[in-house]
């Protein structure tokens, strides 16, 4: 049996707990788990609504001195910044000071399930970048290296608007494939895949029934010692 087989069979089979769905494999260690996180949407709403009084959506800017179109925020031990300097992890909120707001324990407990069921088991997140796409915003393709232990998976989360993920290779240059992503829908990878490129292409406007014209995206990582 190939990796890829192997990880479908343990999220048709072998994920205790899991709901049902299907696993859709995008490298040897990194795939989509579709509909997983759906039952959880009410709480994943709630606990974002929270986090964003605390630590309000940003535009961060990157070195080369341009703004994201993505906006973001954190919750967890470690929040990921980006400013002219480069890029970080930090325990403080830069506006504001403040630590970043926990991670809410339905978060934690989604995160580890989606973790397990893709084949890696006792994921440990201390991170959660959380991301809103409005119709136009985009993510270049780009690497997650600025987490220490390169050896945890991310765990992935997509909620509203549909929207083409990249997934390229481990050479910017390699080829990439298209994955529509929908609400509802997890992306798990690590091992030989972790270092792959990704990005988002820019949404189009398809107003989601519950969460309107935007995308969110939260991403589980593992980025302190
Ligand atoms: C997004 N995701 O889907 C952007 N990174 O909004 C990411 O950049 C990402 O989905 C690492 C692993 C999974 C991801
Ligand atoms: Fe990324």
Request: charged share 20%.
């Amino acid at each position: 049996m190939t990796r890829a087989e192997d990880l479908h069979t343990r999220g048709l089979f072998e994920a205790e707990g899991a709901p049902p769905g299907t696993i859709e494999p995008l490298g040897p260690c990194a795939g989509v788990l579709r509909g997983f996180a759906l039952a959880e949407v009410d709480a994943l709403l709630a606990g974002i609504a929270a986090i964003e009084q605390a630590a309000p959506w940003r535009h961060m800017q990157v070195p080369g001195g341009h703004t994201m179109s993505v906006a973001m925020t954190n919750c967890g031990t470690w929040g990921w910044t980006s400013d002219a300097q480069g890029y970080r992890y930090t325990r403080e909120d830069p506006l504001g000071g403040a630590p970043w707001p926990a991670l809410p324990a339905t978060f934690l407990r989604l995160a580890r399930a989606a973790a397990q069921a893709a084949g890696f088991a006792g994921f440990a997140p201390d991170a959660c970048l959380i991301n809103r796409y409005r119709p136009g915003t985009r993510l270049g393709l780009h690497q997650d290296r600025d987490e220490r232990d390169l050896a945890a998976p991310i765990v992935s989360v997509s909620l509203g608007m549909p929207a083409t993920f990249l997934f390229g290779g481990l050479k910017r240059r390699d080829p990439v494939q298209r994955v529509a992503l929908r609400h509802g829908d997890v992306v798990v990878w690590g091992g030989e895949d972790r270092l792959r490129h990704h990005g988002v292409l820019p949404l189009a406007d398809v107003p989601h029934p519950a969460l309107g014209s935007q995308r969110l995206n939260l991403s589980f990582r593992r980025a302190g010692p």
